[in-house]
C-alpha cells in the first residue's frame, strides 16, 4: 500500500503488501516509481491506504460510535448523521476528546493507523424570564445552563404581601406553585432546569383590623343629704 511520496528527496517510505520499504521517484512528470519488496514478499500493484476511523459519541444519546473507512488523501467521510445528546448542541468532530483540531468533510486525510474522532459539545443555556406584579420583586438570574439548579427570591412592596408565586418550564405540561409561607428567607430552587424558565409573583395589600371597645356611660352619683 502506498501511504506518501515526496518530489524533494526523490525517496520515501511505503508499504508494499504491508510491509516497509522504500521508494524511488524520478521526473516531474509522468513519475518512474520502483519499489523492491522485502524479503519474502512479491510486489503486486500500488494502492492508496485506507485506515479505519472510529466516531465516538463522546456521551451521546444512543451513539453506537460507528467506524468508518478513511482514504489517504482524499477528504474525510463523515457519518451521515450528527450524534444527539440532550441539552448540548454538537459542535463537530475533533482529534481529542477535549481540544484538539476540528476535522470536516474539507479536510485532507493523512493517516497511516486507525484512529478515533470525538464529538464536542456545548451545553444549552435557557432563558429566565421574571414577571412580578406592580407590587412584588424577582430576583433571579435571566438564564441558566442545562441541569443546572435555579434559585429565585422573591418578595413584596412594604404594606403588601406575596399571594401566589408560580413558574413554567418549556417542554413541561403544567406550572408549578410555590407556597410563600414555604420560602426560606425569602428563596426557593428550581431543581434541574430543562428548558426556558417564566417565574410570575401576584402580592396584595395588607389589611389591618381595628377592634373599638366601648365604655359604658357613667351616670353622675346624686348627692348623699
Known sequence: HFCSSSKDTGIDSAYINNKPTEVMIAGESGMTISA???TGYTFE???TVSDKVTFDGNEADGWNNPEISQT??????????DPIKTGYTFLGWFTAKDGGEQVTTST???????TTLYAHWQVVTYTVTPTPDTNSYINVDTSVAHGDDLVVEVG????YHLVTITYTVEGEAESHSVNPADL???KFTIEGVTGNVTIT???AKDTVSVSTTLSP?????PPIC
Open 36 to 38: 523492491t519488496a522485502s
Open 45 to 47: 500493484k500500488w494502492s
Open 72 to 81: 489517504y488523501d482524499a477528504t474525510y467521510a463523515l457519518p451521515e448523521s
Open 108 to 114: 485532507v486525510v493523512k493517516l497511516t493507523d486507525a
Open 156 to 159: 413584596a412592596s412594604k404594606h
Open 184 to 186: 426560606v428567607e425569602g
Open 201 to 203: 409573583v401576584t402580592s
Open 217 to 221: 356611660l357613667m351616670k353622675p352619683i
